[in-house]
Each structure stands twice: as C-alpha cells, then as structure tokens.
C-alpha cells in the first residue's frame, strides 16, 4: 500500500471471526489502508478494559476482503487492548481513523461504557485518533453468537458514509467518538438523528435462578426501558422511533455542572 494513503485501524469486541467486522472492513476497504487487529475470542462487555499484559501470542490472520486476502492479526485480551498493541506496535504509521464494529447488538443508554465495541472507540480516541462504534440491533440470542442471515447492508453503509466524512473533515471540539447504532429495521433509506445518550441503563441485570445460596446465584439482562419516560433527544427515543442513533462521545467524563457551585457544596460545614 502506499504511504500516503489513510490507514484505517479496524476492531470489535465479537473476535477476529466476526461476520460484522468482515462487513466493517467491506465497508471501508476502498478508502485506505486497513490495519486489522482485533480479538482471537469474543469479548462483549469488556468496556475499555486493558489488563496488564495478554494473554498469549498474536497471531496472524488472513480475511477476504472485496475479494482479496488481508493480513489481520488476532490479539488475545481485550478490544481497547487490541487498539493500544495496533497504535503501539503494529501499525507502519499513524492510523487517521479508527472502526469499532459492527457489533451483534445495540449499545445505547447508560451501558455504553460497558460495551467493548465503544471501549475499543474510546481508546483509540484517547489517543488523539477520530473513531467510530457500529453497532447494528439484534435480539439479545445473538449477543454472543455469529448467527448466519444477519443483514448487515444498511449498518455497513452507514459506517461507510460516515468514515467518509471522517477522513474528510475534523470533528468539532469534544465530539471524540460517534457511537452509531442501527436498528434492525432499517435500510439505507432510514434516516439518522443526532442524539444524546440516555441515562437509562437500557438493559438491567436480574438473577435468574431460585436457588437459596446466594453466592451461587445466576445472573441474566433483558431490555428494561421506560419508553414513555425516555429523553426525546436520547438514542433510545431514537430506536423507538426507528431512525439510526449517532451519538457523539467524549473522552472527557467531567459531569456538566457548575464546579465553583460544587466545590462550595463539598466545604465542610462551618467553613
């Protein structure tokens, strides 16, 4: 590949065989280089988790491409991890954009920075990188399954189109990341809506089991959303509506409060 063209740093959280990942690479084959680096095992729910060390050798991959073989390397840690080795060790320069995605299953509301497919954007942002997080919506049965038959054109597209613009322009201050999430239900026709992040948790943890040991119990998520109580702006009015969510994130977590106010709140009394 030549030098000059735009190297594009490919991830998830699903494994290096993901169906969803290949669609990502689809996507954005024609517009640089790929440096493809993502997980040997799947790694849902792993946030922006970056243990020490890994756990064993990366090892090299090859996926097919718009017909051609790529080198891919599979990385036995963590998505964010996957991202520090690629920036860090892997890549021939710098990468200009960074693709975390498609993931098996929506991540919008408070769970975002749980996700390993949003974690693995994060990181690389961090690291002064413009990154995206696809995700597309499926039933919570394919979470951790690859499951045959997903149609993944209209997510594929959206994160073409997007990446597009991101190797075209520079993202306002504090847009860091754009978790993008598409329902299952849309086509490339669908229109998209730029929303806030929801502060509801969206799925909820519940154990599942009746056991009388506790330190046995067994425990499960569903989808536990108030529609009703939604934000109108949020990303998950925007699924109930049916639109494509793109969110921006920030790698800056600083609450949006008044801090002079806060730091005379936290005084202590008589002060």
Do not use: C
Not at 54 to 78: M, N
Not at 208 to 213: C, K, L, R, T
Not at 246 to 258: A, E, G, K, Y
């Amino acid at each position: 590949m030549p030098a000059d063209r735009p190297l594009i740093l490919l991830t998830n959280d699903d494994g290096i065989r993901s169906p969803g990942l290949l669609a990502a690479a689809e996507a954005v084959a024609g517009l640089g280089e790929l440096l493809i680096v993502a997980p040997t095992t799947q790694q849902t729910g792993m946030g922006r988790s970056t243990p020490h060390g890994l756990q064993g050798p990366i090892t090299r991959e090859v996926l097919r491409v718009q017909g051609q073989d790529l080198p891919a390397y599979a990385l036995p840690g963590t998505p964010a991890q996957a991202v520090v080795f690629a920036i860090a060790a892997l890549a021939p320069r710098r990468p200009v954009l960074a693709v975390a995605g498609i993931n098996y299953g929506e991540n919008i509301g408070s769970i975002v920075t749980g996700s390993g497919t949003v974690g693995a954007a994060l990181e690389a942002a961090a690291a002064g990188i413009p990154a995206l997080a696809v995700s597309l919506e499926t039933v919570k049965e394919y979470h951790y399954e690859y499951v045959a038959g997903l149609n993944w054109d209209t997510a594929a597209d959206v994160t073409r189109r997007l990446a597009q613009v991101l190797l075209a322009r520079t993202m306002p201050f504090d847009v860091d990341v754009l978790n993008i999430n598409v329902p299952e239900s849309a086509t490339p026709e669908t229109p998209w809506r730029i929303t806030r992040q929801s502060r509801q948790p969206y799925f909820e943890t519940f154990r599942a089991d009746q056991s009388e040991d506790r330190l046995q119990a067994q425990l499960d998520y569903r989808l536990a959303i108030d529609w009703q109580a939604t934000e109108a702006d949020s990303d998950v009015r925007a699924f109930a509506d049916h639109l494509v969510s793109i969110t921006p994130l920030s790698v800056d977590l600083t609450s949006r409060t008044d801090l002079a106010a806060l730091s005379r709140l936290l005084q202590p009394p008589g002060h």
